[in-house]
């Protein structure tokens, strides 16, 4: 059901230009989370200049992954309760973060895939929390709570 | 008292690779932390690519701020509690950020400066938590709370 597919290809044009999962954004970090049994994954590699100290990866590259994780895997969510899968034709819904929340556990290294693994939460019809582990391996490098919001009409400017 | 001066300009050469505020990574943001009378402030304008959705900037470049923000700022105020100020020959301290939250108020308006504001609160000798509020003009966008740690001697490369 979906699973090789990632929302991100999926969502309406005027909301694929995000810096970090943004299908249109040419300069972006281009994420992408699909679905993994219950759960959701977004794997990435920093690019080298997403250091933090040499060797080490960047604590705001890591929000960013969670960020966009968070709220790729709510639309995913709702999508899904709403009766749809993704790339079946249909658009899915939009979210924005309301706030968002880092543990940063150990140092992450770079040069190796992260693996932020999403557990969703319906917290509300149109809010939902995602709890996201992101491994370096076998390492979990850093525990983030995305709450994320379905997108009020006023944000998409004509 | 060296309000003219950013810590991030004098950071040790070790320390000055960060992707958000290393004065050294080539690719990166550059942000930079100065004394605001007993707050500290980072003044930074988002790049274009910076969006959320067209129109608004991206949570992550805004997790982001508000990471740099803290270390930078929790460096400033133990360089200070331990007698010396920016720029006066000695190296400030080196911080890794423990915890980050970020709660989005408002979306944030893309092409103007944004200014973060902290205020700086020690939790402990080796741990300094700092609250930031980031502005667009008089909106305040968002909130953000960093638990910024002293770095471990273990970090650093040899």
Not at 128 to 148: P, Q, R, S
């Amino acid at each position: 059901m979906g699973t090789d597919k990632s929302i991100q290809d999926y969502y309406p044009e005027d909301y694929a230009w995000c810096y970090g999962c943004g299908r249109l954004n040419e300069e972006g970090l281009h994420f992408k989370t699909r679905w993994q049994g219950e759960q959701t994954v977004t794997v990435y590699t920093p690019r080298p200049e997403h250091s933090a100290i040499p060797g080490f990866v960047y604590g705001g590259l890591l929000a960013s992954l969670i960020d966009c994780h968070g709220t790729g895997s709510a639309s995913m969510a709702l999508h899904r309760k709403n009766g749809q899968e993704i790339g079946d034709g249909t658009e899915p819904p939009r979210f924005v973060t309301a706030s968002l929340k880092v543990d940063f556990m150990k140092p992450t290294p770079q040069d190796v895939p992260l693996n932020a693994i999403g557990t969703i939460e319906e917290i509300h019809p149109k809010k939902w929390k995602i709890h996201t582990e992101v491994f370096a391996g076998d390492i979990c490098c850093a525990k983030g709570e995305v709450v994320a919001a379905v997108m009020p009409a006023s944000f998409i400017q004509s």
